[in-house]
């Protein structure tokens, strides 16, 4: 009856350390561009524009292609803080179609994907974080895979 409270009492102990960094590798960069914004304007929780995506290109050490069409429907807070909520598709060089979902505050936004791809299922399972921001003409991201 003891060893319990016992066992709870150490694994509290060892949650009050320093929690480790969790490992990110580099699964792209991507550049992606839009159409016109449709501008909604401005609505109970900031300013709402839509952004068509008409394409772009992505690259990295396991995966590259052409961004193909999506839509960014994001809101711009009264701080100016710009949160994506975007899907569009992935195309590879080796013809495989993943379907890309971003939600964040930005610089940070999350990834995650969908794919019928044997060769990129390993995506289906990834929690990505990417960092970046606008370019010439649209945005730039680097993609980083979390463990």
Do not use: C
């Amino acid at each position: 009856m003891l060893a319990l409270p016992l066992t709870l009492l150490a694994l509290a102990a060892t949650g009050l350390a320093d929690p480790k960094p969790p490992a990110l590798t580099w699964l792209y960069s991507v550049n992606i561009t839009f159409a016109a914004p449709i501008e909604i304007g401005a609505v109970p929780t900031g300013n709402r524009a839509i952004l068509t995506i008409v394409g772009g290109s992505f690259a990295g050490p396991k995966i590259a292609g052409k961004v193909g069409s999506g839509i960014d429907w994001g809101l711009t807070d009264a701080k100016g803080t710009f949160s994506p909520d975007a899907l569009y598709t992935l195309y590879t060089n080796d013809n495989a179609t993943i379907l890309v979902s971003e939600k964040g505050h930005a610089p940070g936004v999350q990834i995650l994907f969908e794919t019928a791809s044997p060769k990129y299922a390993y995506l289906n399972t990834v929690v990505a974080y990417a960092t970046g921001g606008p370019s010439e003409a649209g945005v730039s991201l680097d993609v980083w895979q979390g463990f």
